[in-house]
Nanobody
Framework: QVQLVESGGGLVQPGGSLRLSCAAS????????IGWFRQAPGKEREGVSC????????DYVDSVKGRFTISRDNAKSTVYLQMNSLKPEDTAVYFC??????????????????WGRGTQVAVSS
């Protein structure tokens, strides 16, 4: 059974940083992509970033480029989302998700098969 567990959320001031973690277990293939998504109150879920399990190719939504960095530690089956220069509009519940994919990744939520329960990120002074 695939399980994804997010951690690292919290309250931070504008301009601050957080690092989210997504610990995966039960993935029976070496070929999978991990995506980070977020959903703010009253808004649709948004793809933030993704990383594949092959060459480590990544993708980001325009609003976080240059501020967020996704990375993975295959030995720990964990994917990280380093978030710098946080803005109030980054406030949301952040979810990670996994899908089997031989190459590349996507930030389209409907491509993903397994989801974590989310971690809250609040950016406020």
């Amino acid at each position: 059974q695939v399980q994804l567990v997010e951690s690292g959320g919290g309250l931070v001031q504008p301009g601050g940083s957080l690092r989210l973690s997504c610990a995966a277990s039960g993935l029976t293939s070496n070929y999978y992509a991990i995506g980070w998504f977020r959903q703010a109150p009253g808004k649709e879920r948004e793809g933030v970033s993704c990383i594949d399990s092959g060459d480590g190719s990544t993708d980001y939504v325009d609003s976080v480029k240059g501020r967020f960095t996704i990375s993975r530690d295959n030995a720990k089956s964990t994917v990280y989302l380093q978030m710098n220069s946080l803005k109030p509009e980054d406030t949301a519940v952040y979810f990670c998700a996994a899908e089997f994919r031989v190459r590349g990744c996507t930030t389209a939520a409907d491509e993903y098969d397994w989801w974590g329960r989310g971690t809250q990120v609040a950016v406020s002074s």
